[in-house]
């Protein structure tokens, strides 16, 4: 069976080259960010990424597996309503059926692998949902880390989540967890929090070694790279917590369960904060988008 990847043609030409990759999500996207903000940050995120690599937005359209959007095709993702979020259970089935989605960390690894892009940039990783314990909620993105050998760049993971117990099933599943150039693990919107991270590391080409020594080793799996918000960006832990916690009490007040529960309280979060969330999310991923570029970069060059 051949593999139905359409790469865009910035993409085409830079795996032609050999020229540095970023593989960037779409649920971010569609799930992520309102409409048209949403757009306006993609590209400029894809942008971000030019100063250094090519980016490359991952998608599927009409049973195509994208690798790297066309303007056109990011522009109609942006303001498509009703795309399916797909985690790595979903992707054969959407596009066995034709179908159109947004794909969320763990499917965008697992795209990026096949083409052969081992750095991807994104905000923050799914986790473990705090009352895990009752829910079972775990997002598929920790489980892709320990198997698919892709470097994430994110801002930590999101205090909607159970940090503590997210940072415990990354490192049962092996996956390096790296803050970068500072010892606390990132909270997302604040650049950090009262957890440390288990490994930290200053330096790209470093992370860009680490990367190329887990293949060298045999391991399976990728590593996450914890990047902080720039501090003129960060909302402080302290306001966030109390949003957080009424965001997550109308959740549980409305029944919202499954896929529905991330991109139900970021959209909450966003209102309780009066649009403020939704500035330090751009920041941050741009952020990232620009760590990425220089760890992708770093990677062809020591190949070379
Ligand atoms: N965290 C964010 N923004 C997002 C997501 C997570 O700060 O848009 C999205 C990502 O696509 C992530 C997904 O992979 O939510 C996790 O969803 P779930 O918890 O359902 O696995
Ligand atoms: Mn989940």
Redesign the pocket.
């Known amino acids: 069976m051949t593999l139905p990847l359409i790469l865009s043609a910035e993409v085409a030409r830079a795996r032609d080259k050999g020229a540095p990759i970023v593989a960037l999500?779409s649920?971010?996207i569609t799930?992520?960010?309102p409409h048209p903000q949403n757009l306006e940050v993609a590209r400029q995120v894809e942008d971000d990424i030019r100063g250094g690599a090519v980016p490359a937005t991952i998608a599927v359209i009409e049973g195509q597996l994208h690798i790297g959007l066309e303007p056109e095709q990011l522009e109609a993702l942006a303001k498509a309503t009703n795309v399916a979020?797909l985690?790595r259970a979903d992707l054969a089935v959407c596009i066995a059926r034709g179908g159109t989605g947004?794909?969320?960390?763990?499917a965008?690894m697992i795209a990026a692998h096949l083409a052969g892009i081992a750095v991807f940039a994104?905000?923050?990783?799914?986790?473990v949902?705090k009352g895990a314990e009752n829910s079972f909620?775990i997002?598929?993105?920790l489980m892709e880390l320990a198997q698919t050998p892709v470097t994430v760049v994110a801002a930590g993971a999101?205090a909607i989540l159970d940090v503590a117990k997210t940072l415990e099933v990354l490192e049962t599943q092996g996956v390096p967890v790296i803050a970068f150039g500072q010892d606390s693990f990132p909270a997302?919107w604040s650049a950090s929090s009262l957890l440390k991270a288990p490994l930290r590391m200053d330096d790209p080409a470093r992370i860009a070694a680490a990367h190329r020594m887990r293949a060298a080793l045999g391991l399976p799996g990728g590593q996450l790279v914890a990047n902080p918000i720039p501090a003129a960006d960060e909302i402080p832990a302290a306001e966030m917590a109390p949003v957080i916690a009424k965001a997550q009490a109308d959740a549980t007040a409305h029944g919202i369960s499954?896929?529905s529960?991330?991109?139900y309280l970021?959209q909450r979060i966003f209102e309780l904060t009066e649009g403020r969330s939704l500035t330090a999310?751009i920041a941050l991923v741009r952020n990232n988008a620009r760590l990425a570029a220089r760890i992708a970069a770093e990677i062809v060059n020591a190949a070379a």
């Open positions: 999500e649920t971010i799930h992520g960010m979020k985690s947004a794909t969320t960390v763990a965008t994104t905000g923050g990783i799914g986790g949902h909620d997002s598929a993105d999101k997302f499954g896929k529960v991330t991109p970021l999310n």
